[in-house]
Antibody
Framework: EVQLVESGGGLVQPGGSLRLSCAAS????????MNWVRQAPGKGLEWVSY????????YYADSVKGRFTISRDNAKNSLYLQMNSLRAEDTAVYYC??????????????WGQGTLVTVSS | DIQMTQSPSSVSASVGDRVTITCRAS??????LAWYQQKPGKAPKLLIY???SLQSGVPSRFSGSGSGTDFTLTISSLQPEDFATYYC??????????FGQGTRLEIK
């Protein structure tokens, strides 16, 4: 069974940092592209970042570029999101999401349960 | 950036009704479109990909159509478990994808 379990969320002050983790199981993690997607309270979904299966290709939404860093450790079946210079508008539930296989890799077929990040003083 | 606009923002319907939700892209995206269902406090679930392909395990009462800029998600006969929020997602500019703002499907 495919499982994605996020952790690392919490309350942080504006300007602070946080590192999110996503532990993957039930599939060959190193073969899949991964993403972070967030959802502000009561709002819609916003794609945040993408990383290729090897980690060699990375993309960010403009809203987080220069502040967030995505990475992965295929030996540990884990995905990460380092978030620096956090702002109030970064408050959201953060989901890790797996890209489906082959030509469907641009669609997200499995999602974690999400971890809440709250940026407030 | 490609903008995705869903309509309506919310809709009320009864069990057994046929419901259609529309998604419009700000520029042509061929068939690079997916639909997701999200229930309160839960992660989104992939329903439809490539505009009209049903994801494995999704009931056949869900269907998708369209190409270019205009797309629809249809639920042929609403079931109690279908009341949720639905999002479209464009994948034409993958990996920088965008979602629609969501359509909340409520019980009448």
């Amino acid at each position: 069974e495919v499982q994605l379990v996020e952790s690392g969320g919490g309350l942080v002050q504006p300007g602070g940092s946080l590192r999110l983790s996503c532990a993957a199981s039930g599939f060959t993690f190193s073969s899949y592209e991964m993403n972070w997607v967030r959802q502000a309270p009561g709002k819609g979904l916003e794609w945040v970042s993408y990383i290729s299966s090897s980690g060699s290709t990375i993309y960010y939404a403009d809203s987080v570029k220069g502040r967030f860093t995505i990475s992965r450790d295929n030996a540990k079946n884990s995905l990460y999101l380092q978030m620096n210079s956090l702002r109030a508008e970064d408050t959201a539930v953060y989901y890790c999401a797996r890209g489906s296989s082959g030509r469907r890799r641009c669609y997200f077929d499995y999602w974690g349960q999400g971890t809440l990040v709250t940026v407030s003083s | 950036d490609i903008q995705m606009t869903q309509s309506p923002s919310s809709v009320s319907a009864s069990v057994g009704d046929r419901v259609t939700i529309t998604c419009r892209a700000s520029q042509g995206i061929s068939s690079w479109l997916a639909w997701y269902q999200q229930k309160p406090g839960k992660a989104p679930k992939l329903l439809i990909y490539a505009a009209s392909s049903l994801q494995s395990g999704v009931p056949s009462r869900f269907s998708g159509s369209g190409s270019g800029t205009d797309f629809t998600l249809t639920i042929s006969s609403l079931q109690p478990e279908d009341f949720a929020t639905y999002y479209c997602q464009q994948a034409n500019s993958f990996p920088t994808i965008t979602f629609g703002q969501g359509t909340r499907l409520e019980i009448k």
